[in-house]
């Protein structure tokens, strides 16, 4: 469904991603985990155009587009493109001025056009969806962090992507707050989305994920379904990332208990 060719993505001198070969299969989960600074965000970001590759070529159903030091920019594909897929982000980049509610209606009235009462009904049904009925008229303010960003995957959600990427969805809130994002983003699974998820919450990426990458140095070092990352890897970098952090788990449980 979306496929990545040779995609690259220098800052000045910098090569942050170097030549990433990428197929997501439709209604898949594919989990990105890595050190900080190996290109993860930077791949999403690519995927979403919110950083425009470098080098190399993305397709996504039919449209096919290309990037390279000789290639015109072209908006218009390129908006298009950017609507089939949704994001969210470490923040929740929410409108504090507007309602969970009109968080939401904002881009199904103006991006996809959609009259407003018909718009006001889907958000609260996406809204509903993430948990957060008896919220709609609540400010992000008076929301916590959780709350909004379960707002932030129901505003991604509106715009019906064919693929939602999410980067580090989780890093900014408590620990007592994760567990609630992390089970409307399994919601979505058993629904059958296609997610593509950077993250450090190595238990989720062993329940849910179809398939790990694990980026170092803007390249995919390693790959593989759940069971052969976190069972039977042979790749000695990945066995010491995932013990860092069973360790890390370890020691956070001992700290509970005390």
């Known amino acids: 469904m979306l496929k990545l060719a040779g995609i690259g993505k220098s800052f000045g001198g910098r090569e942050v991603l170097k030549g990433i070969d990428l197929t997501i299969e439709r209604g898949t989960t594919t ?36 990037f390279g030091p000789a290639t015109k920019r072209n908006q218009k594909e390129w908006i298009a493109y950017r609507r089939q897929t949704g994001m969210v982000f470490q923040s929740h980049q929410l409108f504090p001025h507007r ?33 957060l009925g008896a919220f709609l008229d609540c400010y992000p303010g008076r929301l916590s962090g959780g709350q909004q960003q379960r707002v932030g995957i129901a505003r991604a959600l509106a715009m019906d ?18 567990g609630e994002v992390l089970q409307v983003m399994k919601a979505l699974t058993r629904q059958g989305m296609t997610l593509v998820v950077a993250t450090h919450e190595m238990k989720f990426a062993r329940e849910v994920g179809d398939r790990i990458l694990f980026l170092e140095g803007g390249e995919i070092a390693e790959q593989g379904t759940p069971e052969q990352m976190f069972g039977a890897c042979r790749n000695e970098r990945v066995r010491q990332f995932l013990g860092r952090f ?13």
């Open 31 to 66: 989990i990105l985990i890595g050190p900080s600074g190996s290109g993860k965000s930077t791949l999403l970001n690519c995927m979403n155009l919110l950083e425009i590759p470098s080098a190399g070529t993305i397709e996504l159903g039919e449209r096919r587009l290309a």
């Open 99 to 131: 309602t969970a509610l009109e968080n939401v209606m904002e881009g199904l009235v103006v991006v996809k056009r959609m009259p407003k009462a018909e718009a006001r009904s889907r958000a609260e049904q996406l809204l509903r969806q993430v948990g």
């Open 246 to 258: 069973a360790e890390t788990a370890w020691n956070e449980r001992a700290l509970a208990g005390t």
């Open 161 to 178: 992507p064919a693929v939602l990427l999410f980067d580090e969805p989780t890093s900014a809130l408590d620990p007592e707050l994760v």
